[in-house]
């Protein structure tokens, strides 16, 4: 039989361990954390749960598809709830637009913001429809291994059709007058960590899914995601080791074949799959010889928004709050732009805040109240020193919930925690403490981002958000599967490949 070990129990490592495995694959899984789920973890303060990263469900076919690929049914093991709606956007004037999935209430809300915007709206759905479609079918399930696999006399065409080559908030004003529209349809780009005037416009792609698809939330939160997984990997014979880390890939002539655990031990296998995060792994990983190489190539790279994150337990509900709630400092641009170009934190913030409890039951003793709060921030490498200015953070969050409304928080807190970037790097192995990777400018899509086959050291994979074809949870889903059929390949064991519709 051969053998594989897979680094890491994130989402990504998890589906490729099942996949594997299903093959006919023995698999070996470390996980250095002594929970499985990497960036779909949890968070756990005094008696309040909080998921530990992503808190929004997209394109659950991706999930569906997974499950099925191994002959499994997703609903066995994760049940999910549609979100409507699906958040309430807050502006610095006090305006306010909820997006919905159902079309009588979008049009409402819509309509009051700007007279005349819900047919340009069904327009903006209809032209998302065709990126959607075309980006799944030409790029997002395309594992490129050259660029002139990517840059074809039939791909071209599909890239200016789904907007590859221009700008997203471009695009979406050329649909809506109101800068509060344009901001409340462009934003979701920040769910991969980069600004929306620097998208690609094929990313509206998002707010159309939402809009059909859905927004959904997992019955435990994201972290049953993870843990869906780990329970079908089980299932499938894989051996999970939680709590081991791996210290460096082991290598023989060239080849990869096996690890050295961070307490000494050494494990061979025929392949190696690599979940964690690529630029730490490759920093941290590799032999020196290649590491330090690589290292200084990705070091040029754009990387996406780091997150300061603030889990809060209060001691009573706060009144008001959906699920999902987002709210936009006065500069939009100028923050963005603070973000990327400037490396620091914008003077009035835009952040989202997670509110579980409007959905369902165990983040929270019954009568108090569990708030995740996600402020984006920039990246290590810049000027900011996050032990100074986390508190100035947490004030200015705390300060914008009082004014719009929600009240005074700081009386109420019971239990608290806080994340910067510093901790994302040094606890979480996130290089420069980029929650998401690499970003997804055009130069860093499909053949220009890393690719699963390692391309100095046979019998080294690689998945995740940094890998082909990019971040999110369904991506990196995709991600795993891509791999999963290299890494068959290279044993001899090729399956049909997956389609994802």
């Excluded at 080849?255 to 690529?278: H, I, P, S």
């Excluded at 941290?284 to 290292?295: I, K, M």
Aim: net charge neutral; proline share 7%; hydrophobic share 40%.
């Amino acid at each position: 039989m051969s053998t594989a070990i897979v680094i890491g129990a994130g989402v990504g490592g998890l589906t490729a361990a099942m996949k594997l495995a299903h093959a006919g694959v023995k698999v070996e899984l470390y996980e250095k954390s002594p929970v499985p789920g990497g960036r779909c973890g949890r968070v756990e303060v005094g008696e309040f749960r909080f998921d530990l990263g992503p808190t929004i469900l997209l394109m659950p076919f991706v999930l569906q598809q997974a499950f099925a690929s191994i002959g499994r049914k997703l609903e066995d093991h994760l049940e999910l709830q549609r979100c409507d709606p699906h958040y309430r956007v807050h502006f610095r004037d006090g305006s306010r637009v909820v997006l919905w999935t159902d079309p009588a209430k979008m049009k409402a809300e819509l309509e009051q913001i700007e007279p005349g915007s819900y047919p340009r709206y069904q327009q903006f759905l209809a032209r998302g429809k065709i990126q959607n479609d075309a980006a799944f079918e030409h790029f997002i399930t395309r594992h490129f291994s050259s660029v002139l696999e990517f840059v074809t006399p039939k791909s071209v065409p599909q890239m200016v059709r789904v907007g590859a080559l221009s700008k997203l908030w471009s695009h979406v004003s050329k649909y809506f007058a109101d800068d509060r529209l344009r901001q409340a349809l462009s934003f979701q780009t920040m769910y991969l960590g980069v600004s929306p005037y620097d998208a690609p416009a094929v990313f509206a792609l998002l707010p159309y899914t939402e809009a059909v698809h859905g927004i959904w939330f997992p019955r435990g939160g994201m972290h049953a995601v993870p843990l869906a997984l780990a329970e079908v990997r089980r299932l499938e014979g894989v051996a999970l080791h939680l709590g081991q880390g791996v210290k460096q890939v082991q290598v023989e002539n060239g080849k990869a074949v096996g690890v050295e655990l961070e307490d000494g031990q050494v494990r061979r296998a025929d392949v190696v799959l690599c979940n964690a995060d690529y630029a730490w792994a490759v920093k941290h990983l590799l032999p020196p010889a290649l590491a330090a190489p690589r290292s200084a190539k990705l070091s040029k790279a754009r990387f996406t928004s780091s997150g300061l994150m603030l889990y809060l337990g209060l001691s009573q509900r706060v009144e008001g709050l959906l699920h999902h709630n987002v709210f936009f400092g006065r500069d939009f641009k100028g923050s963005f732009n603070d973000i990327f170009e400037k490396g620091r934190v914008p003077d009035d913030l835009s952040f989202y805040v997670n509110a579980p409890s409007r959905t369902a039951e165990g983040f929270a003793p019954e009568g108090k109240d569990a708030l995740q709060v996600l402020v984006p921030v920039p990246p290590l490498g810049g000027p900011v020193d996050w032990k100074a200015e986390a508190g100035r953070v947490r004030a200015g969050v705390l300060a914008r919930l009082k004014d719009e409304g929600y009240g005074d928080l700081e009386p109420l807190i019971e239990a608290e925690q806080v994340l910067t970037p510093d901790d994302w790097q040094t606890h979480h192995r996130l290089e420069r403490g980029s929650n998401f990777g690499l970003a997804q400018n055009f130069l860093q899509l499909g053949p220009f981002r890393p690719k699963v086959s390692d391309p100095d050291l046979k019998n080294l994979f690689w998945c995740g958000a940094s890998v082909q074809p990019g971040t999110g949870v369904p991506t990196v889903m995709i991600s795993a599967g891509f791999a999963v059929d290299a890494v068959l390949a290279q044993l001899g064991m090729a399956r049909p490949r997956e389609r994802v519709a």
